[in-house]
T-cell receptor, first 113, second 110 residues
Framework: EAGVTQFPSHSVIEKGQTVTLRCDPI?????LYWYRRVMGKEIKFLLH????????ESGMPNNRFLAERTGGTYSTLKVQPAELEDSGVYFC???????????FGSGTRLTVV | GQNIDQPTEMTATEGAIVQINCTYQTSGFNGLFWYQQHAGEAPTFLSYNVLDGLEEKGRFSSFLSRSKGYSYLLLKELQMKDSASYLC???????????WGAGTKLIIKP
C-alpha cells in the first residue's frame, strides 16, 4: 500500500509569493489532516477534512491559508501571499473512518525568504 | 486548555535503557500517542495508550496514567538507529485532533 505522499518535499519562495502544497492520502482514507511545525516549536494542527468537507479548520492561522480537497481525494494547501513566519514543515496525515491509525507524509519544508 | 511537556533533549548510551517522560495538562484527551521522527522524515507511529498501564512492544514500551496526566516511553537495548526525536501527542476525544508536544531529541552515544 502506498503511503501518504506530499509534494514538493522542499520549497523556497520569496515573501509575497504564492505556494501550493499537495498531499495524496492513502487511497480510501476519508480523513485527511494538515499539521505544521515551525522551527523549534511543536507540531500544530491546521485542519481536518472528512472526504471533501472541512470538518475542522480551527487551526488555520489566517486567511492567507486556503485548503481544498476536491473530490475527496488529494488535498492542496495554498499560502498566498507567503510571509516569513510561514516557514516550517507542513505535514499531512490520513486515517480511515474512526481508525486512529494515522499515517503521516514526509512533509513539505517551506522556507520563505 | 491543552499543554504537553517533554524534555528537549536526552543523551543515552548504546545498549542502555532510556525513559522519555511526557506530562500533560488538558481536558478531553482520549489517549496518548508516541511517534518517532528521524530528521527529514515523517513521524512514524510507535504506540497508543488509551487505558492506564504499560503497553510493551518489543524494545519499546509506553506507559500512561490518565489521573496524573503522565506518560513515558521506555526504550531498551538502545541502538544507534534509535537516535531521533520522540514526539508525544494527545488525541482529542471530540474531533480526533492530535495535540503535540515539542518532541525530545534522543542522542545515542557508543
Amino acid at each position: 500500500e502506498a503511503g501518504v505522499t506530499q509534494f514538493p518535499s522542499h520549497s523556497v519562495i520569496e515573501k509575497g509569493q504564492t505556494v501550493t502544497l499537495r498531499c495524496d492520502p492513502i487511497s480510501g482514507h476519508d480523513n485527511l489532516y494538515w499539521y505544521r511545525r515551525v522551527m523549534g516549536k511543536e507540531i500544530k494542527f491546521l485542519l481536518h477534512f472528512v472526504k471533501e468537507s472541512k470538518q475542522d479548520e480551527s487551526g488555520m492561522p489566517n486567511n492567507r491559508f486556503l485548503a481544498e480537497r476536491t473530490g475527496g481525494t488529494y488535498s492542496t494547501l495554498k499560502v498566498q501571499p507567503a510571509e516569513l513566519e510561514d516557514s516550517g514543515v507542513y505535514f499531512c496525515a490520513s486515517s480511515q473512518g474512526d481508525d486512529l491509525g494515522y499515517t503521516f507524509g514526509s512533509g513539505t519544508r517551506l522556507t520563505v525568504v | 486548555g491543552q499543554n504537553i511537556d517533554q524534555p528537549t533533549e536526552m543523551t543515552a548510551t548504546e545498549g542502555a535503557i532510556v525513559q522519555i517522560n511526557c506530562t500533560y495538562q488538558t481536558s478531553g484527551f482520549n489517549g496518548l500517542f508516541w511517534y518517532q521522527q528521524h530528521a527529514g522524515e515523517a513521524p512514524t507511529f510507535l504506540s497508543y495508550n488509551v487505558l492506564d498501564g504499560l503497553e510493551e512492544k518489543g524494545r519499546f514500551s509506553s506507559f500512561l496514567s490518565r489521573s496524573k496526566g503522565y506518560s513515558y516511553l521506555l526504550l531498551k537495548e538502545l541502538q544507534m538507529k534509535d537516535s531521533a526525536s520522540y514526539l508525544c501527542a494527545g488525541i482529542m476525544d471530540s474531533n480526533y485532533q492530535l495535540i503535540w508536544g515539542a518532541g525530545t531529541k534522543l542522542i545515542i552515544k557508543p
